[in-house]
């Protein structure tokens, strides 16, 4: 059987709990629900870090951040650490990317033959937190409630200009990939940055849902009835700057659900295409987000905490007559994806990795009856709003959360899955806690690590500096797109080219005679 083509298409900051086929009663999804019921749909699937950056430096190297030094959304993604692309491109793959991916570093490509967009997000060290200072903003770059209190329509954004030229060029690029004649198997990446804030959305979008039947956050805490990283997050993204008024927080998710419509026209846009050009049954489809959205629950927004609203992603992979649809209980991470696309680029053998990876293939955990109760998952976070490493371990039912300096958080998902009591202090959890004590120090040196991120944050602190003082060249990637190799030019063949650039070719025509 000849190699599968392998579509993935990714989201930004889309919590999972508020998908229809994970319980939510809002968002309208048709097409992503379609591809739900027809794939792999894993129920409990975990970012690797909640924050842009780190968490699809990560997906990409199949690596904790802690391992490869993805600390934050300013942390050099390094040009030495291979990825899947690095794998699928190395096992004969055409690989391109469209949309974003937020590299930090000189190198843009990290394994991608191709890159049809650039970057929604700069590329230099300028967004760099400072643990010396836990609880100081820096008002120019961090997140605001400005998303939350200028919530609504818009017909024009900067993110909506982004994902509408990632939109383009993808489906271009499948149109593209159809027409040639070349048998390489591709990989595309189409990367958008919805349902990300700012909370807005056009008029088409907003108005596929009752402002009426927008839910309010189910879970409401004060300041003092949060945990201390809770309490941190709300002074840095200053949350009590404004009002955030019932009005003012249904706007938002409003806007926010409309989001979530805009992404799934673009899905369903890619999947016609896929069905146009007759590579709907050989193309593995996968399905995913970097991390997600507290939307206000228990007082918080955006991400950069454990709490199941920013930490859980959408996870679907769907290949037709391969891969029965099943749901999987299982808890999996984005970290899962690179032996995933080993297994699927090689006929289940696997890359030949230069390294150990943290991941496992997503199809056979999914047919391991023992993994939904056995399997561990970890992940880590070291961005603003924190002062030492926070991290993360899911085995069955149970959440572990570490933070050092602040007592530890555990929780029983299937008796409590809003996480209001935390057993940690629990006599009857003793033994379990003590299990979750060992394996996290087993995974992570939390004080070495917190000595590693301050030493990074200095370096790059003054790299920047330097970079900005004077004659400034800037990493962002620059796509390269000329246009003397686009469309008609003189030194083609006119007719050839016609033929070339239609999908289905046309016929070959005899002539009927000669003319005169």
Not at 6 to 21: G, H, K, N, R, S
Not at 175 to 187: H, K, T
Request: glycine share 6%.
């Amino acid at each position: 059987m000849r190699r599968p083509n392998i579509l993935m298409v990714m989201t930004d900051q889309m919590a999972a709990p508020v998908l229809p086929f994970h319980g939510g009663k809002v968002a309208k999804a048709p097409h992503l629900e379609a591809l739900a019921d027809r794939g792999l749909l894993f129920e409990a699937a975990y970012t690797a870090s909640p924050l842009c950056a780190p968490a699809r430096f990560s997906m990409m190297a199949g690596q904790r951040a802690g391992r490869i030094g993805a600390f934050d959304n300013a942390a050099e993604f390094r040009s030495e650490i291979p990825t899947f692309a690095h794998y699928l491109r190395g096992a004969g793959y055409r690989t391109c990317l469209a949309g974003k991916m937020h590299f930090v570093g000189a190198d843009q490509l990290h394994g991608f033959e191709e890159r049809v967009t650039t970057d929604i997000y700069p590329a230099d060290f300028g967004w760099v937190p400072d643990w010396r200072y836990p609880e100081e903003r820096i008002d120019w770059w961090f997140h605001n409630m400005l998303s939350v209190v200028q919530a609504g329509i818009a017909e024009q954004s900067n993110q909506l200009l982004f994902d509408d030229e990632t939109a383009f060029q993808a489906e271009r690029k499948l149109w593209q990939l159809a027409r040639g004649a070349d048998e390489q198997p591709f990989f595309l990446c189409a990367s958008f940055t919805h349902p990300h804030d700012p909370y807005a959305c056009r008029r088409e979008h907003w108005d596929r849902f009752r402002h009426d039947d927008i839910d309010l956050p189910k879970v409401t805490l004060k300041p003092e009835e949060m945990d201390p990283h809770s309490r941190r997050l709300r002074i840095v993204s200053d949350m009590d700057r404004y009002d955030l008024s019932e009005a003012r927080v249904r706007n938002a998710r409003h806007a926010y659900y409309g989001s979530i419509a805009y992404v799934d026209d673009r899905l369903g846009a890619l999947l016609r295409v896929l069905k146009e050009t007759g590579r709907e049954r050989d193309t593995v489809v996968v399905f995913t987000g970097d991390h997600g959205d507290m939307l206000g629950e228990r007082g918080l927004w955006y991400k950069m905490c454990w709490y199941e609203m920013a930490a859980r992603v959408p996870l679907i992979v769907r290949f037709p007559g391969q891969i029965a649809a099943r749901r999987v209980a299982t808890p999996v991470t984005l970290m899962d994806l690179l032996p995933t696309f080993g297994a699927l680029a090689t006929d289940g053998k696997g890359f030949a990795l230069a390294e150990a990876v943290d991941g496992a293939d997503l199809i056979a955990l999914a047919g391991d009856a023992r993994a939904a109760a056995e399997r561990t998952i970890a992940g880590d976070y070291f961005g603003e709003g924190t002062a030492a490493p926070l991290v993360m371990l899911r085995r069955g039912s149970l959440k572990f959360v570490r933070q050092p300096g602040h007592p530890d958080q555990l929780f029983d998902l299937a008796a409590d899955p809003l996480e209001l009591k935390n057993l940690a202090g629990d006599a009857a959890q003793a033994s379990v806690l003590a299990t979750f004590d060992a394996e996290a120090k087993r995974r992570w040196n939390l004080e070495a690590l917190t000595a590693e991120v301050l030493a990074s944050q200095a370096r790059r602190r003054a790299v920047h500096k330097a970079a900005m003082t004077g004659r400034h060249f800037s990493w962002d990637w620059q796509p390269q797109d000329p246009a003397s190799l686009k469309y008609m030019r003189n030194h083609l063949d006119l007719n050839v080219l016609e033929a070339e650039t239609r999908f289905p070719p046309p016929p070959d025509v005899a002539p009927d005679g000669k003319a005169g």
